[in-house]
């Protein structure tokens, strides 16, 4: 990552995020923060004629001149520091709209399809997507946001004292002051290099170090069950040292950053009697007294100092905008990585989401097979390594399928394939029916509780009671949590809409959790049911009767165990022995 004209693309494209069109509501808050610094600008102006003015009423002792100085003086004062404030406050304004406007954009292509799970799981190009989402953008905008009342009213100041600065010191003024800001400019953009590459590194290791904290949050009980305090304690330490050395790299090269911008600051003040001081010295003034000179140096000081001090401005930016570029990068790499994923199919159909639409009447569409796979061969992602092989398979409606095997064979990876998260190597993969009610429903291996009531718990991943029918849904919910045998957690919870602050995963023990995922299943009744280990927490006897109520509740299953006893709820059991091979055999009727 550098300062370059890749850059330049990557923030070109996310200033079309933060401006859509030009009646968008940040480029109408932008146009007033023009406004509002245009209109300081002039105050200041005024304020800083004052000082001038009082010497002259006090100078002549003119009482009234000095009340009428004064009150305009305050009147000044006020207006200013009002309309400095609002400077502030429309630059926070700015910051909350781009950091919403930028979240939700990455948020809308990050939840795409299953995009979230590939470049999570899947792709490790691009490091803590999280954390590009949450704090680069959060820090890209706050920093864009300090720049932005300075930048906006730059080219308006320049051009003003560009244009007096032409008028006391002729062409020689503006050119020499121009040509020093060229050079600044260079000679910053080159001590800029280093640190924005570095600020990409830093902001890895960052999101590397609180990654580890949530690690060791989410799974403090396992943790601590081992006595791993000191391992993580030292694990957590070296991802800090790792993080601290490259923040001081990092300060070392802004260091030399530092030293440029400021011998630029000063060497500026100086410039403007360079300016001066080389038609005095070649002989144009030759024929002015003393006294006129020093008006003249004067005269001419005051113009070059504004002009200079503008371009200062500038320049005492660089280190915002390297910090902006650094983060530019980050966003603007997930950002391309986010577009690209979500032009291919196979990550972003947009046919799961209407899925899940609970009103479809897929009934219409629905036939009597869930998948058929035509000679699928499996692998390991990034791997040669053969899971399954040639599998032809067809799942219809009342065959129900249970998929054995030794660990590591393949099992979960099987249903990958039919839930389209992994790609087979060879052959088709087609679902013939939808996700969600009416169609297949997938119970990982591991539960997944979403943050919320226990309603909301049961009725996941729909996001409103289904079907919308007030209490009786309350009856069909309770009935189902009873079923699954989890009627105290109504009590503990104090009711299904009560809110909750503790975490479902430290909370329900791993029986629980199975047991409350068959009570969402049970809820939403779909017609196929794909059970991955779903009861591995389970008694045999609990494990036959929530299976018996998916029967009774008329689903057709396809589940991953390894228990004997499963096999009478199943027609066909395919065993999976490792290396690609595998068995298909029906299962004996009782
Ligand atoms: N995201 C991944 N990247 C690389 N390899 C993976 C990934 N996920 C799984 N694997 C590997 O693929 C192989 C099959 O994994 P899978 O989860 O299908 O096993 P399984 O048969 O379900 O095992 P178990 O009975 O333990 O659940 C394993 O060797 C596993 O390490």
Redesign the pocket.
């Known amino acids: 990552p550098r300062l370059d004209l890749h850059f330049l693309r990557r923030f070109l494209k996310i200033q079309s995020i933060l401006f859509p069109r030009f009646s968008s509501q940040n480029v109408l808050m932008f146009l007033t923060l023009l406004c509002v610094t245009l209109l300081e600008q002039l105050v200041i102006y005024q304020v800083g004629l004052i000082p001038s003015q009082y010497y002259g009423v006090l100078g002549n002792k003119d009482l009234d001149g000095f009340k009428t100085l004064t009150c305009l003086a305050l009147v000044l004062i006020v207006v200013n520091s009002t309309l400095k404030s609002f400077d502030q406050f429309i630059c926070n304004l700015l910051y909350v709209s781009w950091r919403k406007d930028l979240t939700e954009h990455l948020h809308c292509l990050y939840f795409r399809g299953r995009i979230y799970y590939t470049l999570n799981?899947?792709r490790d190009d691009i490091d803590n997507p999280d954390q590009r989402i949450s704090q680069d953008v959060e820090r890209f905008c706050r920093q864009f946001s300090t720049m932005a009342s300075k930048l906006i009213i730059s080219p308006f100041t320049i051009t003003y004292y560009t244009y007096q600065c032409f008028r006391s010191t002729s062409w020689l003024g503006p050119v020499s002051i121009f040509g020093y800001f060229v050079l600044g400019t260079i000679v910053n953009k080159v001590l800029m290099g280093p640190i924005v590459s570095k600020l990409v590194q830093q902001e890895k290791l960052e999101g590397d170090f609180r990654f580890k904290h949530v690690q060791l949050r989410v799974n403090a009980e396992p943790a601590a069950f081992y006595r791993a305090g000191h391992v993580e304690h030292a694990r957590t330490n070296y991802r800090l040292q790792k993080l601290l050395k490259t923040q001081k790299e990092l300060m070392s090269k802004e260091l030399w950053l530092y030293i440029g911008i400021n011998t630029f600051d000063y060497l500026g003040s100086i410039l403007s009697y360079v300016v001066i001081a080389i038609p005095i010295f070649s002989g144009v003034y030759g024929d002015l007294t003393p006294a006129e000179l020093s008006a003249l140096v004067s005269k001419n000081a005051f113009v070059s100092i504004y002009l200079i001090s503008s371009f200062s401005q500038l320049i005492d930016l660089s280190t915002t905008l390297s910090d902006v570029a650094g983060y530019t990068h980050r966003i603007g790499e997930l950002q391309e990585t986010l577009l690209d994923m979500s032009l291919r199919p196979q990550d972003c159909d947009s046919e799961d989401l209407d899925d899940w639409d609970v009103n479809e009447a897929s009934g219409s569409k629905a036939t009597d097979t869930a998948f058929l796979l035509d000679r699928v061969s499996i692998s390991?992602?990034?791997?040669d390594?053969p899971?399954i092989k040639d599998l032809s398979l067809r799942v219809c409606e009342g065959q129900s399928l249970l998929i054995t095997?030794?660990?590591?064979?393949?099992?979960?990876?099987?249903?990958?394939v039919l839930a389209g998260l992994w790609e087979s190597m060879r052959g088709t993969v087609q679902m013939l029916t939808c996700f969600g009610p009416h169609g297949v429903l997938f119970l990982p291996?591991r539960p997944f509780f979403t943050d919320g009531t226990l309603r909301e718990q049961v009725i996941y991943p729909l996001k409103e009671v289904y079907p919308v029918s007030g209490s009786a849904d309350d009856e069909r919910i309770m009935r189902f949590l009873e079923l699954a045998g989890l009627s105290s957690l109504v009590a503990r919870t104090g009711g299904l809409d009560q809110q909750v602050d503790w975490n479902w995963y430290d909370v329900l023990s791993p029986g629980e959790m199975q047991r409350l995922s068959f009570a969402r299943l049970f809820y939403l009744q779909p017609k196929y049911a794909v059970l991955?280990?779903a009861t591995s927490a389970l008694t045999e006897e609990v494990e036959s009767e929530l299976y018996r109520i998916c029967q009774q509740l008329g689903m057709t299953l396809i589940s991953?165990g390894?228990r004997q006893s499963l096999a009478k709820f199943h027609s066909s059991v395919l065993k999976?022995c490792g290396g690609g091979k595998w068995e298909l055999t029906p299962t004996k009727e009782e």
């Open positions: 799981v899947i390991v992602p990034f791997s390594k899971l095997g030794n660990t590591g064979t393949g099992k979960t990876s099987l249903l990958r291996q991955d280990e991953v390894h999976l």
